[in-house]
C-alpha cells in the first residue's frame, strides 16, 4: 500500500522559511513523478512544483519560482520542498503527491489528474 506522509509545515513570519518533507512507502520512487500542492480555504487545489525522481526535471508554479526548490533523496524515498521568502498569500494546506511509474519524463506535471496517491497534508501559515 502507497503511503505518503507529509512534515515540516507550521506557522513563520512573511519572509520566513520552511522545509517540507515528504516520505514516500509502499514502492519504489526511482521513476515517479511526485510533486506538492496546495489549497487555501475556499480555493482550488493547485500546483506548486514538481520533479522526475529518475531525471533532473523539475516545474514550478510561476507563483513561487524563485522562491521554492524541489528536491529528492532516492534512498530516504523522500522529497522535498524548499521555500523561502514566504508570503501570506503561500497559506494553505500543502499536499504531497506521487504518481505511477512513467515512461519518459520531460517536464514533470502539475496537474492533479496525474497523480494517483496523496498524503493527508501538512499546514503552512505566514503572517504578516
Known amino acids: 500500500q502507497v503511503q505518503l506522509v507529509e512534515s515540516g509545515g507550521g506557522s513563520v513570519q512573511a519572509g520566513g522559511s520552511l522545509r517540507l518533507s515528504c516520505r514516500v512507502s509502499g514502492y519504489g520512487i526511482s521513476r515517479v513523478f511526485v510533486g506538492w500542492f496546495r489549497q487555501a480555504p475556499g480555493k482550488e487545489r493547485e500546483g506548486v512544483a514538481s520533479?522526475?525522481?529518475?531525471?533532473?526535471?523539475?516545474e514550478y508554479a510561476d507563483s513561487v519560482n524563485g522562491r521554492v526548490t524541489i528536491s529528492q533523496d532516492n534512498a530516504r524515498s523522500t522529497v522535498f520542498l524548499e521555500m523561502k521568502n514566504l508570503k501570506p498569500e503561500d497559506t494553505a494546506m500543502y499536499y504531497c503527491?506521487?504518481?505511477?511509474?512513467?515512461?519518459?519524463?520531460?517536464?514533470?506535471?502539475?496537474?492533479?489528474?496525474?497523480?494517483?496517491?496523496w498524503g493527508q497534508g501538512t499546514q503552512v501559515t505566514v503572517s504578516s
Open positions: 503527491a506521487a504518481s505511477d511509474p512513467y515512461g519518459i519524463c520531460i517536464k514533470p506535471p502539475l496537474t492533479l489528474s496525474n497523480y494517483q496517491y
Open positions: 520533479i522526475c525522481t529518475g531525471s533532473i526535471g523539475t
